[in-house]
């Protein structure tokens, strides 16, 4: 089986597409790697496995999530490993380059490796002096190598070429070494599409463009070229994670709210988010709500788009579980989750509450209508609907001139689109609609083909 497979458990966050690790030490205690502060998962698999987390190690300060190595610090007594240079202000083992942790069996080396951060370390796992594998959180990941431009644009080629000599130095590794990054597919942090997490020396020498780059200004450009937009939050959590995220003394979840209270609220300013699937929310929602479905992605639209200083006030529906609401915004550092609307949709129009509804199109009823395409510029570069404008989700910012009234909004497969299509009609667009599929399907159904580029 294999280490990996009789030691190492991977823990896959599918909406911000990054991995954690849990490494069972052989005596009842487990080193976790990356932990979220989301540790539901962690929980249960070390539950399951008889383990008490010793060791929570952090390869760097992370932009996209916060941290559960405080949390489990509190909880289960965990030591904390984290870089020197990143000058946490909460009680760690400050670890540099070279240093190595006994774990009681196997040890843990400490590699500097920066690029994606400053203080950016990766971890070789060592078995006596047999490498086990490397957790290389944003630095050689699987296909590419994690973003070096969210210390801003002006250090990012810097960065890059730190993230260069990183890379080489990991590949100076045996071939049979395990490489188990923290960033993958699906995660603003990275670049490459492609269902692998974990990988080893070999197989990314062998496959990953970055490591067969010629030399390191062909690899700046190409990690460079690679980059795309993300998240706003992403601007403040490092700093947060610095400091020490706040800890949870309960597991979170949402107060029960009556009309009356709602209304009051959103009289005063406090936002709606109507977590509904696309179908419930098109077929009836309250006027000025954002529709942000409850799915894997919720953290990153919620807080790509919602401030967080701003009182948040949920919609659910029949099924839907609060708690789950509150532990994606709580991962985030979304805290001000005043509550949910008690009995949804159903008490609001019991009150007499207005309803808006938003119309879900098929391919073939789009018509002449102008098309507004939300999703990345990749995604749009890659195939679009003919004509089609594109204004990426993140900033909505519509090209000069354009006119939202009358438009189809699109995206992949609805839940964007229908986030955007709801932050456009409380901005004042009329006569909006949501393509319910996406380009590809519209292909399929009117026998046209898409455009490419921008």
Not at 53 to 75: E, K, M, N, W
Not at 399 to 416: I, L, N
Request: charged share 20%; hydrophobic share 45%.
């Amino acid at each position: 089986m294999g280490f990996a497979g009789e030691h190492l458990t991977t823990l896959v966050d599918e909406g911000l597409g990054n991995c954690s690790y849990l490494v069972d030490l052989g005596d009842g205690r487990a080193l976790a790697v990356d932990a979220s502060r989301d540790v539901r998962a962690l929980r249960e698999t070390a539950a399951k496995r008889g383990l008490t987390v010793a060791y929570a190690a952090d390869t760097h300060l992370h932009a996209d999530f916060l941290s559960g190595a405080v949390q489990l610090a509190r909880d289960d007594g965990a030591a904390v490993l984290a870089s020197a240079v990143g000058h946490r202000d909460f009680p760690h083992t400050r670890l540099w380059d070279g240093d190595e942790v006994d774990l009681g069996g196997l040890t843990l080396r400490a590699l500097a490796t920066p690029g994606h951060t400053d203080e950016h370390l990766s971890y070789l796992l060592l078995d006596g002096d047999r490498e086990l594998g490397v957790f290389t959180g944003g630095s050689l990941i699987v296909g590419s190598a994690a973003r070096t431009d969210l210390l801003g644009p002006d250090r990012a080629e810097e960065l890059a070429r730190y993230q260069y000599r990183s890379l080489r130095r990991l590949a100076m590794l045996p071939g049979d070494t395990a490489v188990w990054p923290t960033h993958g597919a699906g995660s603003f942090c990275s670049a490459p599409a492609g269902e692998l997490r974990t990988s080893t020396i070999a197989a990314q020498k062998a496959a990953n463009r970055l490591l067969g780059t010629p030399d390191e200004e062909t690899f700046v450009r190409l990690l460079l070229d690679s980059l795309g937009s993300y998240p706003a939050y992403f601007g403040r959590l490092a700093e947060e994670n610095r400091r020490g995220p706040a800890l949870l003394t309960d597991d979170p979840g949402l107060a029960p709210l009556g009309v009356a209270p709602v209304r009051h609220l959103l009289a005063q300013g406090a936002r709606l988010v109507d977590v509904r699937p696309i179908t419930e929310f098109a077929a009836g929602h309250i006027p000025g709500a954002v529709s942000i479905a409850l799915r894997p992605a919720f953290a990153t639209w919620l807080g790509w788009l919602l401030p967080p200083q701003v009182p948040l006030v949920f919609v659910l529906g029949p099924g839907q579980d609060g708690s789950e609401v509150a532990w994606q915004a709580a991962k985030i550092s979304y805290s001000w989750l005043v509550g949910q609307l008690t009995g949804g949709m159903d008490a609001w129009l019991a009150d007499g509450g207005p309803v808006q509804t938003l119309p879900l199109l098929t391919p073939d009823e789009i018509g002449d209508r102008p098309v507004i395409d939300v999703r990345q510029e990749s995604e749009y570069a890659a195939g679009h609907i003919p004509g089609a404008v594109h204004a990426e989700l993140g900033t909505l910012a519509l090209p000069s001139g354009t006119v939202a009234d009358g438009a189809v909004v699109t995206c992949g497969h609805g839940e964007r689109a229908t986030t955007a299509a709801s932050l456009l009609i409380s901005a004042g667009a009329r006569d909006l609609a949501v393509l319910a599929s996406g380009p590809d399907e519209w292909a399929a159904a009117t026998g046209r083909p898409l455009e490419t580029g921008q």
